[in-house]
């Protein structure tokens, strides 16, 4: 609710330290990106790449000395958004060719009740419905740039997103879109330098080390788990993540 929603804004703006959000389909569902901005007390121009871009919600920080941390957003390309913008458009394409069960017409609601978007669809396929979404060329190639600084810099690295990255550690439909685009940046890019990835959306949770060492953790939901929360520790040589 927005009582609910405003008390956890205003309590976020009482913290010191800089707040980061990965944006979700819940949210979405409720909200457009300017309400949320609103809501969530975000400055104005607080979800940029750069100052010429339209809004993005993807950060990268530096919160200490030797750790990049990167938020991403995975609902870049999404139907979840204004239908005149080009993530919704790239997005309903990609359901248009993966997934007849979801069209992606302008004129359909964007998630109509009582439809099976799973119906008759196997393996990959399986990520192209509705309420997923994916992080498009342009987040892409920041993500890579920004990987391949942290790693001339000697930083390790953490990732997070809303969507995981990685199927073992959630499953083949709660996957971002272009999951594997962004898992070849880590690899290729990182160079051994990612640590982890944190991601949601899948309630149950789930974890998963990938065949490059990175650990996938897909934290439990608050709507399926009352006590899903935690934090990170950080230390020079590991992480520990206290729930």
């Not at 109509?112 to 008759?120: C, H, L």
């Not at 399986?126 to 890579?144: A, D, K, S, T």
């Not at 953490?158 to 995981?164: A, E, F, G, Q, R």
């Given at each position: 609710?927005?009582?609910?929603?405003?008390?956890?804004?205003?309590?976020?703006?009482?913290?010191?330290?800089?707040?980061?959000?990965?944006?979700?389909?819940?949210?979405?569902?409720?909200?457009?990106?300017?309400?949320?901005?609103?809501?969530?007390?975000?400055?104005?121009?607080?979800?940029?790449?750069?100052?010429?871009?339209?809004?993005?919600?993807?950060?990268?920080?530096?919160?200490?000395?030797?750790?990049?941390?990167?938020?991403?957003?995975a609902y870049e390309v999404s139907i979840l958004q204004e239908r005149s913008l080009p993530g919704y458009r790239a997005a309903a394409a990609l359901l248009r060719e993966y997934?007849?069960?979801?069209?992606?017409?302008?004129?359909?609601?964007p998630i109509p009740q009582g439809v099976d978007f799973f119906d008759n669809l196997v393996g990959v396929k399986r990520r192209y419905v509705p309420f997923n979404g994916g992080?498009?060329?342009?987040?892409?190639?920041?993500?890579?740039?920004?990987?391949?600084?942290?790693?001339?810099?000697?930083?390790?690295?953490?990732?997070?997103?809303?969507?995981?990255?990685?199927?073992?550690?959630?499953?083949?439909?709660?996957?971002?879109?272009?999951?594997?685009?962004?898992?070849?940046?880590?690899?290729?890019?990182?160079?051994?330098?990612?640590?982890?990835?944190?991601?949601?959306?899948?309630?149950?949770?789930?974890?998963?080390?990938?065949?490059?060492?990175?650990?996938?953790?897909?934290?439990?939901?608050?709507?399926?788990?009352?006590?899903?929360?935690?934090?990170?520790?950080?230390?020079?040589?590991?992480?520990?993540?206290?729930?």
């Amino acid at each position: 609710s927005d009582v609910a929603g405003q008390r956890a804004a205003e309590a976020l703006s009482a913290c010191a330290a800089p707040v980061y959000r990965a944006i979700g389909n819940h949210e979405l569902y409720n909200y457009d990106w300017a309400g949320l901005r609103e809501r969530l007390n975000v400055p104005s121009r607080g979800w940029r790449v750069s100052a010429d871009d339209d809004d993005h919600c993807c950060f990268a920080a530096r919160p200490v000395e030797g750790w990049t941390v990167l938020t991403l957003n995975a609902y870049e390309v999404s139907i979840l958004q204004e239908r005149s913008l080009p993530g919704y458009r790239a997005a309903a394409a990609l359901l248009r060719e993966y997934n007849p069960n979801a069209s992606g017409d302008e004129d359909a609601e964007p998630i109509p009740q009582g439809v099976d978007f799973f119906d008759n669809l196997v393996g990959v396929k399986r990520r192209y419905v509705p309420f997923n979404g994916g992080l498009g060329e342009r987040q892409l190639r920041w993500l890579r740039a920004e990987v391949v600084a942290a790693r001339t810099r000697g930083d390790r690295i953490l990732v997070l997103s809303h969507l995981p990255l990685h199927v073992p550690a959630a499953s083949k439909q709660t996957v971002a879109y272009d999951s594997d685009e962004a898992m070849k940046i880590l690899h290729e890019d990182g160079c051994g330098r990612v640590v982890a990835v944190l991601a949601g959306h899948l309630h149950r949770g789930g974890y998963a080390v990938d065949g490059e060492g990175v650990h996938h953790v897909t934290l439990q939901s608050p709507l399926t788990h009352r006590d899903a929360y935690g934090h990170v520790d950080v230390y020079g040589d590991r992480l520990e993540l206290v729930t």
